[in-house]
């Protein structure tokens, strides 16, 4: 495992796209074929080499932290950080400033990636050149409801960025293409701990909320360097009702059901023999 990284997994939101289900229990906690989304996000990091993770959770984020505990059982060791306020995800990654002091790696804790392996791909990119931040990105067609990145040059899937906007118009996101394609963030981003100077500088934005696409814009404009890595694979995330008919659809398509249901017994084995012999 990689001891000079750790990750970062923002999960104090509340997921209103997603009622009646995250009005009583975390969005986070959405069972696909009996895993829990945030249990796909921890094996992003740990496949990434990452074992030590800080996790955002703020109010009636108690079944999350039941579920994930210490992070033993999924073979992480994870440390929850509480957000007193929901203020954007900018807001929400300032929440390990007096605590992170190396690289890390931010993953959304209602999204993952397909295969897992590529996150592993984005860090060793991300140490390769060393830039404030290298963020993933895939190619959409509707740029409404993104964050979206223009390259300065792009070659093999990487490249600089030369600017971005968090959810631009359909007239702001024509200067947005990058060779007449459209590459929006999508939650995976490895940052150098400079990066918290520019997200308390930025100014609250749509809702009142500190965005971090404005945050690592500020950035780039203050002569920073932000790499762009494009995703080879598939962008999952249960954000609202039609992303998560198309994480289940891709998931039923692509994995071995059956296994998943056996580990499933197997993982609830361990976690019943650990409760009988520590007297629970």
């Not at 969005?27 to 496949?47: C, Q, S």
């Not at 039941?66 to 060791?77: E, K, L, Q, R, T």
């Not at 971090?212 to 920073?224: P, V």
């Amino acid at each position: 495992m990689m001891h000079d990284i750790v990750g970062l997994i923002p999960a104090a939101g509340i997921g209103t796209r997603l009622y009646p289900f995250s009005r009583a229990v975390p969005k986070e906690m959405y069972p696909i074929f009996g895993k829990a989304v945030i249990e796909h996000t921890i094996e992003n990091l740990k496949v990434g080499g990452v074992d030590k993770i800080y996790m955002i959770v703020g109010y009636q984020k108690g079944a999350l932290m039941d579920y994930v505990g210490d992070g033993s059982f999924f073979g992480v060791n994870v440390v929850y950080l509480y957000q007193m306020t929901r203020r954007g995800l900018g807001h929400s990654i300032l929440q390990g400033k007096d605590w992170i002091d190396k690289t890390f790696v931010t993953l959304l804790g209602d999204s993952f990636i397909e295969p897992k392996e590529e996150i592993r791909e984005l860090i060793s990119y991300h140490k390769k050149e060393r830039p404030i931040a290298t963020i993933m990105l895939f190619e959409v067609d509707d740029v409404s409801g993104y964050g979206i990145a223009k390259f300065e040059n792009l070659k093999n899937g990487v490249g600089h960025v030369e600017s971005m906007m968090e959810k631009p118009s359909k007239d702001a996101a024509k200067k947005l293409a990058t060779g007449g394609k459209y590459y929006a963030l999508c939650g995976a981003y490895v940052f150098d701990p400079k990066i918290f100077k520019y997200i308390e500088k930025t100014k609250p934005g749509m809702k009142n909320e500190v965005q971090l696409t404005d945050a690592m814009a500020l950035a780039i404009k203050s002569g920073e360097k932000i790499n762009g890595f494009v995703l080879k694979g598939k962008y999952l995330d249960i954000g609202k009702w039609n992303t998560v008919k198309e994480t289940e659809k891709f998931l039923g398509a692509t994995m071995n059901v059956d296994k998943q249901y056996e580990e499933r017994e197997r993982m609830m084995e361990k976690i019943k023999k650990h409760e009988e012999e520590n007297g629970k």
